[in-house]
């Protein structure tokens, strides 16, 4: 019998399914808390894909044949009022965070991030953001989860149209409908596939609407098969519970196991994946062991909440992180998680529910209320977003320096951080690592982002986060110097160095022209002198090898980056300096994370050393300063090391991660 909902068909209740949906979150809630216990946990995402795609067509066909139409208003309105009150709540609790506790980064790109999530369309800026330089390091941004609710609402709108364009041209037969969706699935996949190996970025494979519409598209198709008369019948032939078992192992050996760089992923790994998702919600829907295991309680209602508890857990997690909380490992898991359902379920019950079952007077009041509570939301990410310019200045320029009080023979040692972005995130590591110490260690980090040290412009005319003020860096610096008294001054500045500059030539030189050394040396010798000017150990970091995607990137597209170049600079600038200045130390950064001058992610126990296609993590940051502190500053050997070491633990972001 056909299910009935505000007087219009509707699907009968399938606990199983519930269950799903509580094993895709937990996949997902896990690879972000703890992602070494499950390295392909973002596949969660794909799942709720697939299901989402299997769930909205049974309904579309539902409707169609108990009413012979397809009532787009109603279904999107009905879209609306599920979606949209704890996707606003999300984008408010990021927007809080960014304004408690962000870093400059985030709250650098926070405005365009909550736009863009208001608007459906995070997927198109995360695109942007994974080739961009200013968006892929530090943490990531607090709304960067949304991209695949874009996805996900895109689908809710363009999918019902594609339905009733096939009904108008060629009738209503499933047969008909079944051959345009397999025709698009495999569309979507060749695409993806075809831009695997033309070198499309991993951020344009896995953002786009285009090639993760295939996993949808699965599930769409499925329904197609199993939904009769109002009711969900699933495949029960000969042979259903091995194919399920298989499915299910294939599933869990991909959790297990994919890395989310794994190329596979992106040359049909995604659309295998989806397939067993596909057998999997026929096993849910069929009697036997997988309906059975899924179909029990926690799984059920960790999957009614799943919605909310994917929306609030990323700001959760990015707050409570092992520097705020002193916790590592399972039991700051077991905090995020606990506070992330904890919010889901008072969503949930107090908002989700009431705002969906809202029928007569209170429908219409809650229609009213959405565009109010859209336009509060978006004031809130304005006020969070504008908030960034008096943040950076207060930040970088107006001193945060540590109360170290006057020079003391048995005061802590303190480490000034300066350079580019790759000292900054540096700088982040060292700070962490200081903790450590019980005071043994101060830092201050006034890095900044996207500052070279060449004194002349590059021809590209791409200025960095602060413009005019890297190009006024000594002045800074000296500041900061006399300020802070260091006794140790590290400095990473490499890749915003390699640019074309003309350099008194009427063409622009590269590194290896002797014009182009000379005046870079010349810089670098005077940075040097600078920092050790009031008697600080200079240790200079080296720049490591760049991942694939690097060449996408606003720098990378000038040729910053390319190994030839940072390799020139590594191994015959560098040396030049240290000759010059034999005071300097050089921390061999290159040889510390590039084995074999290959660019890995992971790397001597910490399970992500890199954040993006340059940057370190926090916990590689962290690994780095204590080895720098460790190799390059023996007098400071008295620190206890070992109080300092923390658990390598990391909070896991896409992309290349994944979400639901």
Known sequence: MTAQRDGHPSLPYSAALDGLRGVAIVLVLLFHGEGRLLPGGYLGVSSFFTLSGFL???????????????????????????????????IALAATFVLVAGTPSQRAGFLWDGVAALAYGANFRAMASGASYWEMFSRPSPLQHYWSLSIEEQFYVVYPLLLLGVAALAGTTRRTLRAVLALLALASTATMIVLAFSGASNARLYFGTDTRAGEFLIGALLATFLTHDGELRPWRGRGHGVVALVCAGFAFAAVALADEDAPLLYRGGFTLYALATAGLLNAALAPGAVRSVLAVRPLCLLGRVSYGAYVYHWPVDLYLDAERTTLTGVPLLLLQLTVTLALAVASFVLIERPVRAASGRLARRAAFALPAALAAVL??????????????????????????????????????????????????????WAKGTQGKAVVWNVAHYGCGLFLQPGVDGLQGHDGDVCLNWPAFWEEKVDRFAPDVVVIASGVWDLRPRPVGAPDALRPGDAAFDRELLAVYRRAVDIAGSRGATVVWVNTPCVGPDAAESPLGRTGAMEPQFIAYLNQTLLPALAAARPAVRVFDLFGAVCPDGRFVRSLDGVHVTRADFLHLSREGAREIARRIVAETVPQFAGIDLTDARQPARVTRAPPVAAEH
Do not use: C
């Open 379 to 432: 004031a809130l990410v304005v006020v969070a977003g504008e908030r960034r310019d008096i943040e950076w200045e207060r930040a970088i320029n107006n001193a945060q320096m540590p109360q170290v009080g006057l020079r003391a023979p048995d005061g802590p040692v303190r480490i000034l951080v300066l350079g580019d972005s790759v000292a900054f995130n540096l700088g982040m590591g060292f700070t962490g």
């Open 56 to 90: 909205i067509t049974s309904l579309l066909l539902l409707e169609r044949e108990g009413s012979g139409r397809i009532d787009l208003g109603r279904f999107w309105a009905r879209r609306l009022r599920r979606l949209m009150p704890a996707a606003l709540l999300g």
